[in-house]
């Protein structure tokens, strides 16, 4: 989904429910009078809707599955062949098989059925797939008929019904294969699955459709997983106050340029940037060596640990250009021990790999780490969080035993808190992956919570204001210091103009 991240108050639901939740709501539905049939009607009639939108009349084959996710399949199917469209239907199980809605749906459909036999039917003219077999019900791997029949298609486009067959919506991760589709149309609420890696990626172009299930209608439990938003952190940010001084906008220190890392500076340099850009009142960097930077920016030879013991800092980075070592390990701790906002990127995490348990021991304050899936796996091997997993039960486990809020970056970058909600960016321009994009990351939300920010509000915030940034600067050419230099004009459009 190719979002507009400067909008201060793009137009989606922000809640992602499992399947689980997902059935509970169904079921709700329907105690509340909602009948199954008419869901399912609205369902499948928008799938035919969408797919006319997109493509023009052409040979479809509709393969509708054993439960409700086929019913989709077999209304989408009929609104098709209303519409003048040659369509094929393909069942997986005989109609006899069939119960509920999608039974009753099925005896509307008056033309041919193709029952699946064997290594399943010839494509002849097909020309797209609509790919109603499984959807939230799918509870083991597609039957293998099944999935080689669909890896030999896949030059053709495929249309998904509520997720690619075979992809777990609650994780993003399939159930051992999953289909590339072109496009996924989904119904009332997005699942965790059609923003987190793989599943994103396969979804394809995704649509929300709204069948009419009121918002009250909610899952019994806690929903702990949420797509970011600026209403989720907007009122956080704010502007400088009338009576404020540089000392009450917060005081950053940043590790730099240590030896150990040849003297390299420049990510450092780039986080301080991002950091005064986002109202942090002074930046300090703490670096051996003498470095020139914009005036603005103060550079102290002192030692790390002289800096940490003045206790003047509202907020510390550590890892651009620190070195993987020892020292700074040490740092780290000395940081941390002080109970000020701490972030911790790149070289910081690294250098704690196969020891993260003495970093958790030693975490007194807020705390931000931000992983990339490199970093995670080395900082988290050994401890008890699964890394075999997904990304969002990895980022989870790993906040809430760490007691730090992870921001697990990737396409799908997800802030995980220690109370075990995560949020998910929905969308982020690729050319963020580009060398200096973390670095300017980290300072976002250093400065942020140097300001006073909490640490869950500064991450979902950053993340958002660099991706912002990113989309900004445009798909080609960037580089990391077009984003620093973007985000006052980013910050403008969503710091609150009441505030002022
Ligand atoms: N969200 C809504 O309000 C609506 C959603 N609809 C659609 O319904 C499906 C979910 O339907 P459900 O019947 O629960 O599950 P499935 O269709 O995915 O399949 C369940 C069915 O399949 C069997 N099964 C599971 N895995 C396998 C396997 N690997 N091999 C063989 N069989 C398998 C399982 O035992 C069940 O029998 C949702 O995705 C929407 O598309 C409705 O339209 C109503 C509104
Ligand atoms: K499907």
């Given at each position: 989904m190719a979002l507009d991240l400067l909008t201060v108050a793009p137009d989606y639901p922000l809640d992602l429910l499992?399947?689980?939740?997902?059935?509970?709501?169904?079921?709700?539905?329907?105690?509340?009078?909602?009948?199954?049939?008419?869901?399912?009607?609205?369902?499948?009639?928008?799938?035919?809707?969408?797919?006319?939108?997109?493509?023009?009349?052409?040979?479809?084959?509709?393969?509708?599955?054993p439960g409700n996710n086929g019913g989709d399949g077999w209304v989408a199917a009929r609104r098709l062949r209303d519409a003048g469209w040659p369509v094929r239907l393909v069942s997986l199980v005989p109609l006899s098989a069939l119960t509920?809605?999608?039974?009753?749906?099925?005896?509307?459909?008056?033309?041919?059925?193709?029952?699946?036999?064997?290594?399943?039917?010839?494509?002849?003219?097909?020309?797209?797939?609509?790919?109603?077999?499984?959807?939230?019900?799918?509870?083991?791997?597609?039957?293998?008929?099944?999935?080689?029949?669909?890896?030999?298609?896949?030059?053709?486009?495929?249309?998904?019904?509520?997720?690619?067959?075979?992809?777990?919506?609650?994780?993003?991760?399939?159930?051992?294969?999953?289909?590339?589709?072109?496009?996924?149309?989904?119904?009332?609420?997005?699942?965790?699955?059609?923003?987190?890696?793989?599943?994103?990626?396969?979804?394809?172009?995704?649509?929300?459709?709204?069948?009419?299930?009121?918002a009250n209608i909610r899952p019994p439990d806690r929903i702990e997983t949420q797509l970011n938003h600026p209403r989720l952190w907007q009122t956080a940010l704010r502007p400088p106050r009338l009576a404020d001084h540089k000392f009450t906008r917060g005081w950053a220190m940043i590790r730099a340029g240590h030896p150990e890392s040849g003297g390299m500076a420049g990510a450092a340099i780039l986080s301080s940037r991002a950091a005064r850009r986002v109202g942090a009142g002074l930046v300090s960097l703490v670096t051996p060596a003498a470095l020139s930077d914009w005036?603005?920016?103060?550079?102290?030879?002192?030692?790390?640990?002289?800096?940490?013991?003045?206790?003047?800092?509202?907020?510390?980075?550590?890892?651009?250009?620190?070195?993987?070592?020892?020292?700074?390990?040490?740092?780290?701790?000395?940081?941390?021990?002080?109970?000020?906002?701490?972030?911790?990127?790149?070289?910081?995490?690294t250098s704690f790999a196969g020891d993260a348990d003495r970093l958790r021991r030693g975490l007194a304050g807020p705390c931000v780490l931000t992983p990339h899936e490199g970093e995670f796996a080395r900082l988290f091997a050994g401890t008890p969080v699964d890394l075999t997993q997904g990304r969002l039960s990895r980022a989870r486990q790993a906040a809430r035993w760490m007691g730090a809020t992870i921001v697990l970056k990737g396409p799908d970058t997800l802030i995980a808190h220690p109370d075990g909600r995560v949020i998910v960016q929905p969308w982020a321009p690729p050319a963020l992956a580009t060398a200096g994009s973390g670095d300017v990351l980290a300072g976002i939300i250093l400065g942020l919570m140097a300001l006073g920010i909490s640490a869950s509000d500064a991450a979902a915030a950053g993340v958002w204001l660099h991706a912002a940034a990113g989309q900004r600067a445009g798909a080609h050419g960037m580089i990391a210091e077009d984003l620093v230099d973007f985000l006052p004009e980013i910050l403008d459009k969503f710091i609150e103009k009441s505030l002022y």
């Open positions: 499992t399947p689980a939740q997902m059935g509970a709501v169904d079921a709700q539905a329907a105690l509340a009078g909602l009948v199954v049939f008419d869901l399912m009607d609205r369902a499948g009639t928008e799938v035919a809707e969408v797919v006319q939108t997109r493509w023009t009349p052409r040979p479809v084959l509709v393969l509708c599955g509920g809605a999608a039974a009753a749906h099925a005896a509307r459909w008056s033309a041919p059925v193709e029952v699946w036999e064997g290594a399943g039917p010839s494509l002849g003219e097909t020309a797209l797939i609509v790919d109603a077999l499984f959807g939230a019900g799918l509870t083991r791997p597609l039957p293998p008929a099944v999935r080689r029949w669909l890896a030999r298609t896949t030059a053709l486009p495929l249309v998904a019904v509520d997720v690619p067959s075979g992809l777990d919506g609650g994780t993003g991760v399939p159930l051992g294969w999953a289909p590339q589709a072109a496009l996924t149309v989904t119904f009332h609420r997005y699942k965790p699955g059609h923003f987190i890696m793989p599943g994103k990626s396969l979804c394809g172009d995704l649509h929300l459709i709204d069948i009419c299930i009121p005036p603005g920016t103060m550079v102290t030879t002192k030692p790390w640990a002289d800096a940490c013991a003045e206790k003047r800092a509202t907020g510390f980075l550590l890892g651009p250009g620190n070195g993987v070592s020892p020292a700074t390990a040490a740092a780290v701790l000395a940081a941390a021990a002080t109970g000020a906002p701490l972030v911790l990127d790149a070289d910081a995490l």
